[in-house]
Structure formats: C-alpha cells, structure tokens
Nanobody, 124 residues
Framework: VQLQASGGGLVQPGGSLRLSCAAS????????IAWLRQAAGKEREWVAC????????THTDSVKGRFTISRDNTKNTVYLQMNSLKPEDTAAYYCATELSQCRDIATMTSFGPWGQGTLVTVSS
C-alpha cells in the first residue's frame, strides 16, 4: 500500500499548480482521500478531502475558492488544483487515506497510510 504525491515546485504568487496523488498496491477508489500540508515550524493541517466516490468534498477555509480536490478512480489518482497561490501556501503537501469519508477530517485523527510528500514553494 503506497501513496505518492507529485507535482510540487516553485511558483510565483498568484500562480497555479496541480498536485497528483497516485496509489500503488491498492484500489484508490475504495477510500476517501485527504490532502494535508505542513509548513516549516508549523503543525500539519488538513487542506481538502474527497469521498471515495467523489460525490462529496470539503476544503479548509484558508483555501476555499482557490484549491479544488478531485479524483479519477479510473486512473487511481486524486488531484489538488491550486490556484491563486500565496506565500503562506508554501509547505510540504501529503496525501493520505481518510477513514471517515471526510466527516471527521477536522479532528486530524482519521487518517490511514500517508504518502511521500511533495514540496510547494510560493515565492517571487
């Protein structure tokens, strides 16, 4: 069971990136998936979560209207489209299975296996 996040990089403020979370060894479509991030010196926080079918998603307040989580179960992949990026979005981004269909995401206790992160740097 492995999740791999990719797509990070250096982008200017106001720019866009799309992160991907790919699964190997299991069928991603069985699980809700969350994106989380951790900035240097700060606690890890949840960013977005999507149910296993894709029918329900939620985003933390600081990214609402700028980030969109989506999934393509035929490709075993979940995405995070990030627009209007700000310097405060700079962080390592991770994806993880989420065990409550996103109902308990705010508790930060409902995660299964994590993937390796991808670094997003927003700077001019």
């Amino acid at each position: 069971v492995q999740l791999q996040a990719s797509g990070g990089g250096l982008v200017q403020p106001g720019g866009s990136l799309r992160l991907s979370c790919a699964a190997s060894g299991f069928t991603l479509g069985y699980y809700a998936i969350a994106w989380l991030r951790q900035a240097a010196g700060k606690e890890r926080e949840w960013v977005a979560c999507i149910s296993n079918s894709g029918g329900m998603s939620t985003h933390t307040d600081s990214v609402k209207g700028r980030f969109t989580i989506s999934r393509d179960n035929t490709k075993n992949t979940v995405y995070l489209q990030m627009n209007s990026l700000k310097p405060e979005d700079t962080a390592a981004y991770y994806c993880a299975t989420e065990l409550s269909q996103c109902r308990d995401i705010a508790t930060m206790t409902s995660f299964g296996p994590w993937g390796q992160g991808t670094l997003v740097t927003v700077s001019s």
